[in-house]
């Protein structure tokens, strides 16, 4: 026979597990233990010289297990999988995905330093770029939705501060107006700002897509980000974050993980494990879901406007840029109800089958009211800009029968009101 390379979905229940380890069990257990017995002190010496880069690994030598805040068995393996995803050589697994974002952040930008990045961002990333790191003296330049690759390059030209640039960091599709970013234009750019001794990193949170419909890595990126609060877990009953990257860069990335202590627990990583065996059957009804679901709500009377990867139009921008990285449209529809505010919470209110709640991913459905929920601490000129309405309800798709959330939606739209007259949309 001929050697056969197994596709990530076929190795999700095996890889980097050994039964014999673990008495036999099919299962890797928890480990939930704090610290692990060292068979001699030289043992011990040798596994703190590599943890904490005192020397460099011997041939075939590996980190032995030290305290579960350096390394564990469930934080390992969960890493091992994660990586065949998006084919990277290193992961980082850690207790949010806030936790994931501001640590990248912290780590590679230091006082002086430019950050910039695309709009919209997720509220909390948002407000860790425009709030928190100015504080400490990094500045920051937000890119506006639909700027060409040369309108960044030269807003990063004319911010006088090219030398300084040293991350891009940016969200495809955003969150939660499905905006896309060109992943490859973005990393050409942080190679043209890069200097011999300083390179410019290309940072990209995946959350959306990933990891089954996007591989950012495979466009030039340093970074993958996600929130594996969502489709990674996927059932809305825990909080993670993962960062994927070369070893260079996450070496560095596990050593600040290391000294803030933000790792992931070892019952929240046997929790992915056992999410992980389903992420790419999940993701596919949902994905399959949404398709049926945009088709109906991009019919109906009482939408105005479907943002869904979906149904994009051939020969835009934003369709060739979908063509060239998305393998798939996922399963997040963000629309625009006839009407304003009110009008988009009667929708919301009326719903029966899926859940008036913020978060995405989880096999249940979930709608929320971006303008006010998610996006909330955003100026009203930035929340136009971005084109976050009055009216735009975001919707994640889960894994019901397509056919029961079309006729929830459509319930629903049906105690919706008629706007009483013209209202000031932004
Ligand atoms: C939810 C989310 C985050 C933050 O992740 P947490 O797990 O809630 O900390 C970051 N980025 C995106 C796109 C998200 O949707």
Redesign the pocket.
Known sequence: MKPHEFQPESLMMTHGYKPELSEGAIKCPIFQTSTFVFKTAEEGKAFFEIAYGLRDKKPKEELGLIYSRINNPNLEILENRLCLWDKAEDCAVFE????A?STVLLEFLKPGDLLVFTSPL?G??DHFINHFLPSIGVDVLGIEPNQTINDIKTAIAESGKADKLAMIYL?TPA?PTNALVDIEGVAELSEYFSASDRKVLTAV?N??MGPIWQHPLEFGADLVLY????YIGGHSDL???AVLGSKEVMSRIKVLRTFLGNMISPNTAWLLLRSLETLKVRMTQQTNNAQKVASFLNEHDKIERVNYLGLLEEGTSQYKIYKKQCSAPGAMITVNVKGGEQQAFEFLNGLKLVKLAV??GGTESLAQHPGTMTHAGISPEEKAKMEISENTVRISIGVEDAQDIIWDLQQALVLVNEPKKELAYS
Do not use: H
């Open positions: 949010s995905g806030m936790s974002i997720y909390g990333t969200e969150n949170d959350t959306y929130s594996a609060t969502k909080i993670a974050g978060s995405l």
